[in-house]
């Protein structure tokens, strides 16, 4: 469920994001201060869009993430193997006390009361277990906020990309249309 709400996020970003493209790259108005006819408008203002794609590397009409600098995800934190680490967040509450009571009833059979020592062992494999999946929700809790913050990140990086992307590019056409003897607004 988070995966497709992060998507979903993700996809309405992107489509904000060309849409911003969009209406950057229609802030130029020319006006025709020759007389140009409407072919010839049309003609000037294809040719002036392929030389400011040109000379920027932008096209409006076909954005593109800028390409390197994205991030790759990390893998979520791994559970620590040892007495009560690996798998216990499957076996849960009970599965540590079980584990803890066998352990502890080997030990107090050594030592000779074995009922006691199962008895400490339940306690004891509860209690460490359920601090072992504290710390492991925490971790995975903090690594998923990571994750958010470096999504954020990205996205932030690429609209600032595409706005540079769409004002050098308009700079370039009005540039073009300007010499063409155009007012360029």
């Known amino acids: 469920m988070r995966r497709f709400i992060r998507v979903s996020v993700i996809a309405v970003t992107l489509m904000a994001l ?55 995800q990390s893998a979520p934190p791994q559970s620590n193997s040892g007495l009560f680490g690996h798998g216990s967040s499957r076996r849960g509450f009970w599965g540590d006390a079980a584990k803890g009571a066998a352990l502890g009833a080997a030990g107090g059979a ?29 971790e995975r809790a903090a690594w998923q906020r990571q994750q958010q913050q470096q999504q954020q990140i990205q996205q932030q990086q690429i609209a600032a990309a595409r706005q540079q992307g769409a004002s050098n590019f308009n700079r370039a056409f009005s540039a073009c249309m300007h010499a063409r003897n155009y007012q360029v607004q």
């Open 18 to 72: 060309n849409w911003m493209d969009d209406a950057f790259a229609q802030q130029v108005f020319a006006y025709p201060k020759a007389g140009q006819s409407q072919q010839q408008q049309a003609q000037d203002r294809l040719e002036c869009h392929n030389w400011a794609v040109g000379q920027t590397g932008y096209n409006p009409q076909a954005p593109q993430a800028p390409s390197g600098g994205g991030y790759a």
């Open 110 to 138: 050594i030592a000779g009361d074995a009922g006691r020592g199962a008895a400490i062992g339940t306690l004891s494999g509860a209690l460490l277990g359920g601090i072992k999946r504290r710390s492991r929700n925490q």
